[in-house]
């Protein structure tokens, strides 16, 4: 095991690499110039020039992108364009926020796609069918119009939740927005897993020897379809990064979903290149816990 933490961690370097190689390519080839959308319409073309030279922009590429790699292996993320603050302090002042959503989304993902998982497993074909239709229908709503509706019947006509700021009170919407498709995917794979395990040997042994049926669902059904459905909440850690960014713009929320969005649309090629190393390592960190609890959940695998 030991090992197999060593090798997953060491991978993780050409990993973050790739991504930082990527999105530098991305964010240099997309059209606009971030010194103009710093100066607006302000500014001779000479002190555009000036800027240029002063910020590097003006170098080869392959210039630019080691000069980066060699900040970041220091810790330094570099300065943002628009402000001049340093990157790395800006993305740690927003990254609290922006985790605590995603987390308390995906925790509540995994209790309610798990619950309907099995219930619609163990259950008769009406309430597999209405609890289907429920998750195809958390699949089928897009982030932003799911956050509209939850502010307008909620938010504004009920007057139950805050829709901005910060606080539990004001997390409770974004939560359900974020969490809705996650938990729709986690149902769909928790009773897809849990209808091929059902028919294994084992199971009609633990009946046959008069085990009740809460007993033989929980803790030999579930436990052996965890596998598959472990491997989708790894991904679906992704999937929450990215609809935090369309979340925290709907609900005005402090975190890293809308610096991404503001940093994108100034072309601030710092900033949006910190956030997307940051989110990766983030993703990668989830998924390598995510390989660790193979192990633990299933005894007969082992790590060469």
Not at 228 to 251: D, H, M, N, R, Y
Not at 268 to 294: C, E, H, K, M
Request: no cysteine.
């Amino acid at each position: 095991m030991g090992r197999y933490v060593l090798r997953r961690v060491v991978l993780i370097i050409p990993v973050l690499f790739g991504v930082s190689l990527f999105t530098f390519l991305m964010i240099h080839l997309v059209p606009g110039d971030p010194v103009r959308v710093m100066m607006g319409t302000s500014g001779s073309a000479e002190d555009a020039e000036r800027i240029r030279n002063e910020l590097g922009l003006n170098d080869p590429l392959h210039q630019q992108f080691i000069r980066y790699i060699g900040h970041v292996l220091q810790g330094d993320f570099g300065n943002s364009i628009r402000s001049g603050q340093p990157v790395l302090r800006e993305i740690s002042e927003r990254l609290p926020s922006t985790l605590e959503l995603t987390g308390v989304a995906m925790a509540t993902a995994v209790v309610v796609g798990l619950t309907l998982g099995v219930a619609a497993a163990a259950s008769g074909p009406r309430a597999d069918a209405a609890i289907m239709a429920f998750a195809l229908l958390g699949i089928s709503m897009p982030y932003f119009w799911s956050g509209i509706l939850l502010i307008l019947l909620f938010g504004l006509k009920l007057d139950w939740f805050p829709i901005a700021g910060t606080g539990p009170m004001a997390l409770v919407l974004p939560t359900i927005t974020l969490a809705m498709p996650a938990s729709a995917v986690l149902a769909r794979m928790t009773r897809s897993s849990m209808l091929e395990v059902l028919n294994q040997d084992f199971v009609r042994t633990a009946r046959a020897k008069g085990l009740r049926e809460r007993v033989v669902v929980i803790r030999h059904v579930l436990k052996n379809a965890l596998i598959p459905v472990v491997t989708i909440i790894g991904l679906q850690a992704g999937t929450l990064l990215a609809g935090a960014v369309i979340v925290e713009s709907v609900f005005s929320r402090p975190g890293l979903g809308r610096y991404t969005v503001t940093a994108i649309q100034a072309r601030d090629f710092p900033q949006v290149q910190g956030i997307v190393l940051v989110s990766a390592a983030v993703y990668v960190f989830v998924n390598l816990t995510v390989d660790l609890l193979y192990a633990f959940i299933d005894p007969r695998i082992r790590y060469q």
